[in-house]
């Protein structure tokens, strides 16, 4: 991506090193004060004060605009120690891979993706989509990975993102219009930086699909790979047949298991032998 890199010169200082580890920790106690206000003070209103929701931001509560993306993925406290968890590792190994600017470039492409629908559609929207951007772009980085599922079953990240795509494809067929929108929009950053990679993988399997029945029109319909030098015999004789190579005969001469041991030993010409010799 030339525009990416050209991008990077000019702003790549303004990239923020770690970016996942900080939202990670505004996940973190995002998730106990929202726990507290939820089970202890009962009130539930400090969830509803993070939702990104554009008529409450345009009157005045531009909080939303950052606070919806510390919105914990879960409610369950084992649950979201290992979701934060797994997302840190995530975010860190983007990072490793590509540099800090370009995936702060990945995430923020995201966040504003989010936020334009979010606005233009009048729909509230969380961070859900968002992280499961960082997902598919990690299981598309490293599909063989594995993670331990209930920390017994080993389970390829190829194949989860499959689930998850699975997910969204489900999202966007039978989801509500606010469902859809956010589900398309939010994992626009996985094509801006995969998509030219599928779409040339997509080219070369097609002329890799089209070389090989190419290759196979060409063959011969009655070329054979073994033939008995007695017999005549062939593998499209028999496909059980096998064949040997004499040792004792002078050239690549080959027989069916029947003459392999009966038959006359073959030597080369005398002349042959001769000519050899002089140029020797």
Same mark, same amino acid.
């Given at each position: 991506?030339?525009?990416?890199?050209?991008?990077?010169?000019?702003?790549?200082? !303004?990239? @923020?090193?770690?970016?996942?580890?900080?939202?990670?920790?505004? *996940?973190?106690?995002?998730?106990?004060?929202?726990?507290?206000?939820?089970?202890?003070?009962?009130?539930?209103?400090?969830?509803?004060?993070?939702?990104?929701?554009?008529?409450?931001?345009?009157?005045?509560? @531009?909080?939303?605009?950052?606070?919806?993306?510390?919105?914990?993925?879960? !409610?369950?406290?084992?649950?979201?120690?290992?979701?934060?968890?797994?997302?840190?590792?995530? $975010?860190?190994?983007?990072?490793?891979?590509? $540099?800090? !600017?370009?995936? *702060?470039?990945?995430? %923020?492409?995201?966040?504003?993706?989010?936020?334009?629908?979010? %606005?233009?559609? *009048?729909?509230?929207?969380?961070?859900?989509?968002?992280?499961?951007?960082? %997902?598919?772009?990690?299981?598309?980085?490293?599909?063989?990975?594995?993670?331990?599922?209930?920390?017994?079953?080993?389970?390829?990240?190829?194949?989860?993102?499959?689930?998850?795509?699975?997910? @969204?494809?489900?999202?966007?067929?039978?989801? &509500?219009?606010?469902?859809?929108?956010?589900?398309?929009?939010?994992?626009?950053?996985?094509?801006?930086?995969?998509?030219?990679?599928?779409? &040339? $993988?997509?080219?070369?399997?097609?002329?890799?699909?089209? *070389?090989?029945?190419?290759?196979?029109?060409?063959?011969?319909?009655?070329?054979?790979?073994?033939?008995?030098? @007695? =017999?005549?015999?062939?593998?499209?004789?028999?496909?059980?047949?096998?064949?040997?190579?004499?040792?004792? =005969?002078? $050239?690549?001469?080959?027989?069916?298991?029947?003459?392999?041991?009966?038959?006359?030993?073959?030597?080369?010409?005398?002349?042959?032998?001769?000519?050899?010799?002089?140029?020797?």
């Amino acid at each position: 991506m030339k525009w990416l890199n050209k991008l990077e010169r000019v702003l790549g200082r !303004f990239a @923020i090193r770690n970016l996942m580890t900080y939202i990670v920790m505004l *996940n973190a106690v995002a998730f106990v004060l929202i726990y507290l206000d939820l089970y202890v003070l009962q009130t539930g209103i400090l969830y509803s004060k993070m939702v990104l929701i554009p008529q409450l931001v345009l009157r005045g509560e @531009i909080w939303r605009l950052v606070t919806f993306l510390a919105i914990p993925p879960s !409610f369950s406290l084992m649950w979201v120690f290992f979701t934060l968890y797994f997302y840190y590792m995530v $975010g860190g190994a983007l990072e490793s891979e590509w $540099g800090t !600017f370009k995936f *702060n470039a990945y995430y %923020f492409l995201g966040i504003l993706a989010t936020i334009a629908v979010s %606005f233009i559609f *009048n729909v509230a929207v969380t961070p859900i989509y968002i992280n499961l951007s960082l %997902f598919l772009a990690f299981a598309r980085i490293y599909p063989n990975y594995e993670l331990l599922i209930f920390f017994v079953l080993p389970v390829k990240v190829k194949y989860l993102a499959l689930i998850d795509w699975a997910f @969204i494809a489900f999202t966007i067929l039978v989801g &509500s219009m606010s469902s859809k929108l956010t589900a398309i929009i939010s994992i626009i950053n996985f094509f801006i930086f995969f998509g030219p990679d599928i779409l &040339s $993988g997509a080219k070369g399997n097609r002329q890799v699909h089209q *070389n090989r029945q190419r290759f196979r029109r060409e063959i011969p319909k009655d070329l054979t790979y073994h033939k008995c030098t @007695i =017999c005549g015999k062939t593998e499209k004789d028999d496909p059980a047949l096998e064949f040997r190579y004499c040792d004792k =005969c002078e $050239g690549d001469y080959e027989y069916c298991m029947e003459h392999v041991k009966n038959h006359e030993h073959i030597s080369k010409p005398s002349n042959v032998i001769e000519f050899r010799n002089k140029q020797e």
